[in-house]
C-alpha cells in the first residue's frame, strides 16, 4: 500500500521542489500577493504562478515539457474528464482529508467545467496525491475502485461534499458513500480498492508528484505551469485562458474526445 511522503522520498524530490519553486518565483508572485494566497493554501504551499507575467522561450519550454510528462490524455481515462484533445490541460494533486481540496472541488470546479471544459477548451486530469495517512489512502483507493464502475466524479464529490477525517473515511462509510454515488456492485468496489491495480495506479499518481515536487495539496499544473493552492476562480481562469492562446501557436495535441 502506497504510504504518506517518507524523509527518504522528501530528500530524494528536494532537486525538484527547488526547481519547482524557482520556476514559480521566476513568472511572478503579484498574483499570489493581490488575493493573499496564504490563506487560500495548505501550509507550506508555494505561491501561485501569475500567468501574465513574460517568460524566456526556454522558460516556455519548460512549461511544454512538464505538460507533456504530465498529461496523460489516456482514452477512457475515468479520473479525467473534458476532450482528450483539449488544448488546454490541469492536472490536479489532492488529498481527500485536504479541507483546501474541497475548496477547489466545490467552489471553483464546477465553473471551470461550465465554462472552458464544455466549451472544449480544458481537460480536468485528477491524481491520488494523498499526504495525509492511511485514512487518505482508504478514500484515494475508493476513489479509484468507484472510476473502474464509471463512478469517479460522483464518488469524488461527494467525498469533498463536507471535509472528511479519520473515521470518516473508513471502509463502511465508503461504501455507504459509493452506494449513495451509484457504484452498483459493491462487491467489486470492495476488491477492486484492496487490489494490486490499485496499489499501482496510487502510485503512479504519487511517484508523479514527488518528482514534481509536490508537497502540499491542492498544486495544480495548468498545460505545465504550476498553481499551488486553491486560488480564486480568477487565477485558474487567467492561467487556462493564457495557456490556451500559447496553444493555438502550438501543434494540436493528439487524440480524439470523450
Same mark, same amino acid.
Not at 486530469?125 to 464509471?150: C, K, L, P, Y
Not at 502510485?203 to 515536487?213: A, C, H, T, V
Not at 499551488?228 to 495557456?243: H, K
Given at each position: 500500500?502506497? =504510504? &504518506?511522503?517518507?524523509?527518504?522520498?522528501?530528500?530524494? $524530490?528536494? @532537486?525538484?521542489?527547488? %526547481?519547482? +519553486? /524557482?520556476? *514559480?518565483?521566476?513568472?511572478?508572485?503579484?498574483?499570489?500577493?493581490?488575493?493573499?494566497?496564504?490563506?487560500?493554501?495548505?501550509?507550506?504551499?508555494?505561491?501561485?504562478?501569475?500567468?501574465?507575467?513574460?517568460?524566456?522561450?526556454?522558460?516556455?519550454?519548460?512549461?511544454?515539457?512538464?505538460?507533456?510528462? =504530465? &498529461?496523460?490524455?489516456?482514452?477512457?481515462?475515468?479520473? $479525467?474528464? @473534458?476532450?482528450?484533445? %483539449?488544448? +488546454? /490541460?490541469? *492536472?490536479?494533486?489532492?488529498?481527500?482529508?485536504?479541507?483546501?481540496?474541497?475548496?477547489?472541488?466545490?467552489?471553483?470546479?464546477?465553473?471551470?467545467?461550465?465554462?472552458?471544459?464544455?466549451?472544449?477548451?480544458?481537460?480536468?486530469?485528477?491524481?491520488?496525491?494523498?499526504?495525509?495517512?492511511?485514512?487518505?489512502?482508504?478514500?484515494?483507493?475508493?476513489?479509484?475502485?468507484?472510476?473502474?464502475?464509471?463512478?469517479?466524479?460522483?464518488?469524488?464529490?461527494?467525498?469533498?461534499?463536507?471535509?472528511?477525517?479519520?473515521?470518516?473515511?473508513?471502509?463502511?462509510?465508503?461504501?455507504?458513500?459509493?452506494?449513495?454515488?451509484?457504484?452498483?456492485?459493491?462487491?467489486?468496489?470492495?476488491?477492486?480498492?484492496?487490489?494490486?491495480?490499485?496499489?499501482?495506479?496510487?502510485?503512479?499518481?504519487?511517484?508523479?508528484?514527488?518528482?514534481?515536487?509536490?508537497?502540499?495539496?491542492?498544486?495544480?499544473?495548468?498545460?505545465?505551469?504550476?498553481?499551488?493552492?486553491?486560488?480564486?476562480?480568477?487565477?485558474?481562469?487567467?492561467?487556462?485562458?493564457?495557456?490556451?492562446?500559447?496553444?493555438?501557436?502550438?501543434?494540436?495535441?493528439?487524440?480524439?474526445?470523450?
Amino acid at each position: 500500500m502506497p =504510504t &504518506s511522503a517518507s524523509p527518504a522520498r522528501k530528500l530524494a $524530490a528536494l @532537486g525538484a521542489v527547488l %526547481a519547482l +519553486v /524557482v520556476a *514559480v518565483i521566476a513568472i511572478g508572485v503579484a498574483i499570489a500577493k493581490s488575493t493573499q494566497s496564504g490563506r487560500d493554501t495548505e501550509p507550506g504551499a508555494a505561491p501561485a504562478a501569475s500567468p501574465e507575467a513574460e517568460e524566456d522561450p526556454a522558460q516556455q519550454k519548460m512549461f511544454d515539457d512538464l505538460a507533456k510528462r =504530465t &498529461s496523460r490524455r489516456a482514452d477512457g481515462d475515468p479520473l $479525467a474528464v @473534458g476532450k482528450k484533445n %483539449a488544448p +488546454v /490541460v490541469l *492536472v490536479e494533486y489532492a488529498d481527500y482529508q485536504c479541507s483546501f481540496c474541497g475548496r477547489f472541488t466545490r467552489e471553483t470546479q464546477p465553473e471551470l467545467i461550465k465554462k472552458y471544459v464544455d466549451a472544449g477548451t480544458l481537460r480536468i486530469e485528477f491524481r491520488n496525491f494523498t499526504v495525509f495517512g492511511a485514512d487518505s489512502e482508504r478514500a484515494a483507493r475508493a476513489s479509484w475502485a468507484a472510476g473502474q464502475q464509471g463512478k469517479f466524479w460522483q464518488l469524488h464529490d461527494a467525498l469533498y461534499a463536507k471535509t472528511r477525517k479519520g473515521t470518516a473515511l473508513a471502509e463502511d462509510k465508503l461504501v455507504g458513500l459509493a452506494r449513495s454515488s451509484g457504484v452498483d456492485d459493491i462487491d467489486k468496489f470492495r476488491a477492486d480498492m484492496k487490489s494490486a491495480d490499485a496499489d499501482k495506479a496510487l502510485k503512479k499518481d504519487q511517484d508523479e508528484g514527488y518528482q514534481l515536487g509536490v508537497q502540499s495539496t491542492p498544486s495544480f499544473l495548468v498545460n505545465g505551469r504550476p498553481v499551488a493552492g486553491a486560488q480564486p476562480l480568477a487565477v485558474f481562469s487567467q492561467a487556462i485562458e493564457e495557456a490556451a492562446r500559447t496553444a493555438k501557436h502550438q501543434p494540436a495535441a493528439k487524440g480524439g474526445g470523450k
